[in-house]
Protein backbone atom coordinates (compact mmCIF):
# COMPACT_ATOMS: atom_id res chain seq x y z
CA UNK A 1 0.00 0.00 0.00
CA UNK A 2 2.68 2.31 0.94
CA UNK A 3 4.14 1.83 -2.35
CA UNK A 4 0.73 2.70 -4.36
CA UNK A 5 0.41 5.72 -2.14
CA UNK A 6 3.86 6.60 -3.15
CA UNK A 7 3.06 6.01 -6.35
CA UNK A 8 0.46 8.16 -6.43
CA UNK A 9 2.23 10.77 -4.87
CA UNK A 10 4.95 11.27 -7.62
CA UNK A 11 2.11 10.82 -10.38
CA UNK A 12 0.38 13.72 -9.19
CA UNK A 13 3.78 16.18 -8.57
CA UNK A 14 4.26 14.76 -12.11
CA UNK A 15 0.97 15.90 -13.03
CA UNK A 16 0.88 19.07 -11.64
CA UNK A 17 4.46 19.99 -12.98
CA UNK A 18 3.02 19.40 -16.17
CA UNK A 19 -0.03 21.21 -15.97
CA UNK A 20 1.77 24.27 -14.67
CA UNK A 21 4.51 24.42 -17.09
CA UNK A 22 2.35 24.47 -20.05
CA UNK A 23 -0.08 26.78 -19.07
CA UNK A 24 -1.17 29.52 -21.27
CA UNK A 25 0.18 32.84 -18.94
CA UNK A 26 2.29 34.91 -21.71
CA UNK A 27 4.18 34.70 -24.82
CA UNK A 28 7.23 33.08 -23.69
CA UNK A 29 9.19 30.97 -25.59
CA UNK A 30 11.20 28.10 -24.45
CA UNK A 31 13.99 30.24 -23.32
CA UNK A 32 12.29 31.66 -20.37
CA UNK A 33 10.67 35.40 -20.15
CA UNK A 34 10.81 37.55 -22.82
CA UNK A 35 12.78 41.03 -22.42
CA UNK A 36 12.09 44.67 -22.03
CA UNK A 37 10.89 46.57 -25.22
CA UNK A 38 13.68 48.97 -26.56
CA UNK A 39 13.10 52.27 -26.94
CA UNK A 40 12.09 53.58 -30.18
CA UNK A 41 14.21 55.10 -32.84
CA UNK A 42 14.02 58.47 -34.21
CA UNK A 43 11.43 57.90 -37.31
CA UNK A 44 13.45 58.99 -40.24
CA UNK A 45 12.15 61.81 -43.53
CA UNK A 46 8.95 61.34 -44.75
CA UNK A 47 9.12 60.51 -48.45
CA UNK A 48 8.05 61.73 -51.69
CA UNK A 49 4.88 60.03 -52.67
CA UNK A 50 4.55 57.23 -55.04
CA UNK A 51 3.42 57.71 -58.30
CA UNK A 52 -0.56 57.82 -58.39
CA UNK A 53 -0.79 56.72 -62.41
CA UNK A 54 -3.73 54.59 -63.71
CA UNK A 55 -3.71 53.08 -67.24
CA UNK A 56 -5.38 55.27 -70.06
CA UNK A 57 -7.30 54.03 -72.78
CA UNK A 58 -7.66 54.77 -76.25
CA UNK A 59 -10.74 53.41 -78.69
CA UNK A 60 -11.32 53.54 -81.99
CA UNK A 61 -14.59 54.87 -84.16
CA UNK A 62 -16.22 52.52 -86.14
CA UNK A 63 -13.72 50.13 -87.88
CA UNK A 64 -15.94 49.49 -91.21
CA UNK A 65 -14.93 52.31 -93.05
CA UNK A 66 -13.89 50.15 -96.75
CA UNK A 67 -12.87 47.47 -98.38
CA UNK A 68 -9.66 45.88 -98.87
CA UNK A 69 -7.61 43.58 -101.31
CA UNK A 70 -4.40 42.33 -99.73
CA UNK A 71 -2.02 39.75 -101.45
CA UNK A 72 0.42 37.87 -99.19
CA UNK A 73 2.37 40.95 -98.69
CA UNK A 74 0.91 43.03 -95.23
CA UNK A 75 -1.06 45.46 -96.36
CA UNK A 76 -2.67 48.19 -93.99
CA UNK A 77 -6.91 47.42 -93.71
CA UNK A 78 -8.83 49.63 -91.78
CA UNK A 79 -8.30 53.39 -90.08
CA UNK A 80 -5.66 54.37 -88.21
CA UNK A 81 -6.14 55.13 -84.44
CA UNK A 82 -4.13 57.78 -83.44
CA UNK A 83 -2.96 57.84 -79.92
CA UNK A 84 -0.06 59.68 -77.36
CA UNK A 85 1.67 57.92 -75.07
CA UNK A 86 2.00 60.05 -71.86
CA UNK A 87 4.97 58.33 -70.07
CA UNK A 88 8.29 57.11 -70.46
CA UNK A 89 8.06 54.29 -68.26
CA UNK A 90 4.71 52.57 -69.53
CA UNK A 91 4.28 50.43 -72.16
CA UNK A 92 1.36 49.06 -74.94
CA UNK A 93 -1.07 47.11 -75.34
CA UNK A 94 -3.12 46.84 -77.81
CA UNK A 95 -6.03 45.12 -78.32
CA UNK A 96 -8.35 44.13 -81.86
CA UNK A 97 -12.01 42.63 -81.07
CA UNK A 98 -13.95 42.53 -84.49
CA UNK A 99 -16.22 40.43 -86.60
CA UNK A 100 -14.22 40.49 -89.73
CA UNK A 101 -14.97 39.41 -93.53
CA UNK A 102 -12.28 37.44 -95.14
CA UNK A 103 -12.67 38.42 -98.73
CA UNK A 104 -13.08 36.41 -101.39
CA UNK A 105 -9.74 34.22 -101.66
CA UNK A 106 -7.94 33.90 -105.49
CA UNK A 107 -4.71 32.40 -106.93
CA UNK A 108 -4.19 29.73 -104.81
CA UNK A 109 -4.94 31.26 -101.29
CA UNK A 110 -6.29 29.08 -98.35
CA UNK A 111 -6.54 32.04 -95.47
CA UNK A 112 -5.92 35.13 -94.19
CA UNK A 113 -4.26 36.46 -90.84
CA UNK A 114 -4.59 40.07 -89.73
CA UNK A 115 -2.11 41.82 -86.92
CA UNK A 116 -1.61 44.78 -85.04
CA UNK A 117 1.43 46.88 -85.77
CA UNK A 118 2.17 50.36 -83.98
CA UNK A 119 3.68 52.79 -86.37
CA UNK A 120 4.18 50.06 -89.09
CA UNK A 121 5.75 48.09 -86.51
CA UNK A 122 4.96 44.45 -84.97
CA UNK A 123 4.88 43.85 -81.63
CA UNK A 124 6.54 41.52 -79.01
CA UNK A 125 4.08 38.91 -79.27
CA UNK A 126 3.45 38.29 -82.57
CA UNK A 127 -0.24 37.46 -81.85
CA UNK A 128 -2.19 37.25 -85.23
CA UNK A 129 -5.48 36.28 -86.47
CA UNK A 130 -6.76 34.56 -89.37
CA UNK A 131 -9.70 33.08 -91.38
CA UNK A 132 -8.88 30.10 -93.01
CA UNK A 133 -12.74 30.37 -95.14
CA UNK A 134 -12.90 32.30 -98.24
CA UNK A 135 -16.19 34.79 -97.78
CA UNK A 136 -16.78 34.11 -94.57
CA UNK A 137 -17.11 36.58 -91.54
CA UNK A 138 -15.82 35.60 -88.28
CA UNK A 139 -15.20 37.29 -84.91
CA UNK A 140 -11.11 37.73 -84.28
CA UNK A 141 -9.42 38.64 -81.26
CA UNK A 142 -5.97 39.78 -81.46
CA UNK A 143 -3.84 41.21 -78.78
CA UNK A 144 -0.18 42.65 -78.55
CA UNK A 145 2.30 44.63 -76.56
CA UNK A 146 4.78 47.30 -77.91
CA UNK A 147 7.70 48.33 -75.55
CA UNK A 148 10.09 50.81 -75.34
CA UNK A 149 7.67 53.45 -77.26
CA UNK A 150 8.65 57.22 -77.08
CA UNK A 151 6.50 59.63 -75.51
CA UNK A 152 4.18 61.30 -78.07
CA UNK A 153 1.76 60.63 -80.97
CA UNK A 154 1.41 57.55 -82.83
CA UNK A 155 -0.74 55.35 -85.06
CA UNK A 156 -1.96 51.46 -84.69
CA UNK A 157 -3.55 49.76 -87.76
CA UNK A 158 -4.57 46.97 -88.76
CA UNK A 159 -2.29 44.55 -91.33
CA UNK A 160 -3.42 41.45 -93.19
CA UNK A 161 -2.16 39.19 -95.60
CA UNK A 162 -2.85 36.04 -97.03
CA UNK A 163 -1.03 32.79 -97.26
CA UNK A 164 -0.28 32.97 -100.75
CA UNK A 165 -2.55 34.88 -103.66
CA UNK A 166 -5.48 37.32 -102.79
CA UNK A 167 -8.25 37.91 -101.01
CA UNK A 168 -10.51 40.55 -102.51
CA UNK A 169 -13.18 42.63 -100.45
CA UNK A 170 -12.01 42.47 -96.46
CA UNK A 171 -14.22 44.26 -94.44
CA UNK A 172 -13.34 44.75 -90.66
CA UNK A 173 -16.47 45.22 -88.31
CA UNK A 174 -18.91 44.28 -91.35
CA UNK A 175 -22.48 45.28 -90.16
CA UNK A 176 -21.19 47.87 -87.85
CA UNK A 177 -21.76 45.32 -85.11
CA UNK A 178 -19.16 47.98 -82.86
CA UNK A 179 -16.10 45.62 -83.43
CA UNK A 180 -12.68 48.12 -81.85
CA UNK A 181 -8.96 48.61 -81.59
CA UNK A 182 -8.62 49.49 -78.26
CA UNK A 183 -5.02 51.18 -76.93
CA UNK A 184 -3.85 50.78 -73.54
CA UNK A 185 -0.95 52.79 -71.89
CA UNK A 186 -0.40 50.59 -68.66
CA UNK A 187 2.77 50.19 -66.30
Known amino acids: MKTTLRFLTYFMMAFAIVV ?11 DGADGVQGEQGIPGEQGEPGPTRS ?22 VGPVLNFTKTYDDSYIEVFLNSNIASGTFAGGASGISFEIRLDGNLGSLLNNGAIGISNAEEFISVFDVFENVDIGDHTVQIYARTNTGTSSGIVLDPGGWNGKIIVKETF
Open 20 to 30: TSTSCEGEDGM
Open 55 to 76: SIYTESGSLNNSSYDVTSTATP
